[in-house]
């Protein structure tokens, strides 16, 4: 038997819709402008949406992500079907996924972004429309991801936007900028990860507030480094900082950061394996071994490690008693003779340490 589901009261409307999910609201109110309506004053709906592109656009909520994918084929729309995702079939309006994305914002109440993907294959023009809806709203954007974009100019006249959209949790960057490129980042979501950072400089990790910042292709140097750690050291400063990892051809051993000389690592058994689990998910792991202790004034342990050879890399992990873990690690025979060449291949970098520069930089403290 039928039942008048718009005629039902206000209040009982919403305890219903908030008992389906987001196809079967989207489909109800497909019907009519009258249910569309029905849909849009059941409340706000405590789901996020992602902007995966024109083609495709998801929604996540109650354990599953439903996914909204494009079909020319008029006898497709409104098919489901579900393999570790939950995918529907639906004919894009006339404006494709960035008229879409608008609607469902709209029509469920939604006001977080779970993620925001840049790449190459969406045209720009649509990207700009989505950030000019999102900062206009001042809607919550959990994660911004730029991967490869053809146009690198566009991408840059782009990068401005940025720091106008409230980005809390993750800024991902891997496009390439070409040399000249300067940006100045001025808002700091909790994670950010740039593959090429030659332009983020000094200047700018210092004022970064992140929780964890991944620098690839960095132009950092040791003395870069030693100031970052000095200001580290006092109390108070950097307090949300837990993970720093820097890649960078200009950390060497000519000088000294925090009176050491790289390679800064420690060869022991048991080796110390240092962990830090993010966000309660056991895929977010950071892991670092055989670092050094330091500590900040107000005591605070952290451990850092940097490595030269083929890849001169920086690891720094901050101890917090919530999500850290420091364990030792029993070596064989055949691992600890292992780990003895390694040290002795990253000595030998084919630079002599500078140790003069090393002691007028201490006797300067």
Same mark, same amino acid.
């Given at each position: ?105 709209? /029509?469920? @109440? ?6 925001? &993907?840049?790449?190459?294959? =969406?045209?720009? *023009? !649509?990207? $700009? ?104 050291? /006092?109390? @108070? ?6 993970? &720093?990892?820097?890649?960078? =051809?200009?950390? *060497? !051993?000519? $000088? ?110």
């Amino acid at each position: 038997m039928p039942i008048a589901l718009l005629k039902f009261p206000t209040d009982l409307l919403r305890d219903v819709f908030k008992q389906c999910n987001p196809f079967e609201l989207y489909c109800l109110s497909k019907c009519s402008k009258r249910a569309r309506n029905s849909v849009k004053s059941g409340g706000k709906m405590n789901w996020k949406i992602s902007y995966w592109g024109s083609k495709e656009i998801g929604i996540c909520g109650d354990g599953w992500n439903y996914f909204f994918e494009a079909n020319e084929e008029p006898e497709n729309y409104f098919k489901r079907w579900q393999l570790s995702h939950k995918y529907m079939s639906i004919e894009f309006p006339n404006g494709g996924g960035v008229e879409l994305f608008i609607y469902l914002i709209d /029509t469920l @109440g939604i006001c977080i972004v779970r993620k925001l &993907l840049v790449q190459f294959v =969406e045209r720009f *023009d !649509n990207i $700009s429309k989505v950030a000019k809806v999102l900062m206009e709203r001042d809607m919550e954007i959990e994660i911004l991801s730029i991967g490869f974009f053809q146009d690198v100019q566009v991408l840059a006249n782009f990068m401005p936007l940025i720091n106008q959209m409230r980005i809390t949790k993750e800024f991902e960057l891997g496009r390439k900028f070409p040399p000249d490129f300067h940006y100045q980042l001025v808002n700091y979501p909790s994670y950010i990860q740039i593959i090429y950072a030659f332009w983020f400089d000094i200047n700018q990790l210092l004022s970064c507030t992140s929780t964890r910042i991944v620098l690839g292709d960095s132009v950092l140097s040791n003395q870069d480094l030693n100031v970052f750690f000095r200001k580290w050291k /006092t109390a @108070g400063a950097f307090p949300n900082l837990q993970c &720093l990892i820097i890649m960078s =051809e200009n950390i *060497d !051993n000519k $000088s000294a950061i925090l009176d050491m000389v790289p390679p800064i690592t420690t060869v022991e058994n048991p080796r110390k394996q240092v962990s830090i689990q993010f966000g309660g998910d056991q895929n977010d792991e950071v892991m670092t071994y055989d670092a050094v202790q330091i500590f900040k004034e107000d005591g605070t342990e952290a451990w850092l490690k940097v490595e030269l050879g083929t890849f001169r890399k920086l690891e720094f992990l901050v101890c917090n008693p919530d999500n850290t873990k420091v364990e030792d690690i029993e070596l064989s025979d055949e691992e600890e003779e292992f780990e003895d060449e390694e040290v002795d291949d990253e000595g030998s970098d084919g630079e002599e340490p500078d140790n003069e520069g090393a002691d007028d930089e201490k006797s300067n403290e």
